[in-house]
């Protein structure tokens, strides 16, 4: 193309989840009220964390860091997303759009590994119980969530830095309803070799080294199950690992789904469904997989609404 005749892209249009005027109002009811249980939710389970001295623990430290993940990704886009369900046009500029990238990405690699994280305190008090309070001790917990934080920033810088050198020209809507990496590469009027390069090894190590570590660890943690002789002990096992592997396989499945796999314009409708479940549904459930089975968490609502009470 002729220097003369490009036209940098200042501003992007979001097409959203659909186009269909009907689904509009449906679809902002749906995902406001999808919204709002994830901030309450998330919200609810980091006041009671905080509140409640016996939930000091590494499990619920994982816990809590996550709660605080799911509430600050999701905000990132959702505000965003419930203004096009009742506009016209979906309109972001282009500092807004790399910066909602950035957070994005930063708050979802986060989620990986502290999930990884999750698995394997999991692992130590099913496999190694009398080291448990030895290897999972504060300086653990602490050093797993700053790894956790540092990868997340590095693997969001390298996704933004790369989308940044790319030039858009006239092409500026994004068939997506947020910024997400592979519908902005489709726009991109040079070439995107290098930044297809990046989503591949950065996140194929994001995904697939946190999904394995799990797999391998849920490999362990189920022998050691099955070598519990009483019924009631392998059932008590078990219950505190089913909420996790549920919100794992629905994060990572998703998110797997997304990214390691061609892009096309055909896969990006797919995708959006997909993206749905990571950035929408697993926020929103999370407070609910993790809570509403788990004692400690009724004994510490009890405690925190009595002490309001009187």
Do not use: W
């Amino acid at each position: 193309m002729a220097p003369g005749n490009v036209s940098l892209v200042t501003e992007f249009i979001l097409l959203g989840l659909t186009d269909l005027s009907d689904l509009q109002l449906p679809l902002f009811c749906l995902f406001l009220i999808m919204y709002v249980v994830t901030v309450l939710g998330n919200l609810g389970l980091i006041t009671l964390i905080g509140l409640n001295t016996h939930l000091h623990t590494p499990m619920y430290f994982f816990l809590f860091n996550l709660s605080f993940i799911d509430l600050c990704y999701s905000s990132v886009f959702t505000p965003k997303m419930l203004t096009h369900f009742t506009s016209k046009k979906n309109i972001i500029s282009y500092r807004g759009c790399m910066t909602q990238l950035y957070f994005f990405c930063f708050f979802v690699i986060s989620e990986c590994y502290v999930l990884t994280s999750m698995t394997y305190d999991r692992y130590v008090a099913i496999c190694n119980p009398l080291l448990y309070h030895v290897l999972m001790s504060p300086k653990v917990c602490s050093s797993l969530m700053l790894g956790s934080y540092l990868m997340a920033f590095s693997g969001a810088m390298a996704h933004t830095g790369c989308m940044l050198r790319l030039t858009f020209c006239d092409a500026n809507t994004i068939n997506h309803y947020f910024c997400d990496i592979l519908p902005l590469l489709q726009l991109s009027c040079t070439s995107t070799y290098v930044n297809e390069l990046v989503v591949f090894i950065v996140a194929g190590i994001n995904v697939m080294v946190p999904s394995v570590t799990i797999f391998v660890s849920y490999g362990f943690i189920l022998s050691s199950i099955l070598r519990i002789s009483s019924r009631e002990g392998r059932s008590k096992a078990f219950s505190t690992c089913s909420s996790h592997i549920v919100a794992v396989s629905l994060f990572f499945g998703s998110v797997a789904f997304m990214y390691l796999k061609p892009s096309s314009a055909g896969s990006m409708d797919e995708g959006k469904i997909s993206s749905v479940f990571y950035t929408n549904v697993v926020p929103a459930m999370n407070p609910f997989i993790y809570s509403l089975r788990n004692k400690d968490v009724k004994i510490a609502l009890t405690k925190t609404l009595s002490k309001r009470t009187f």
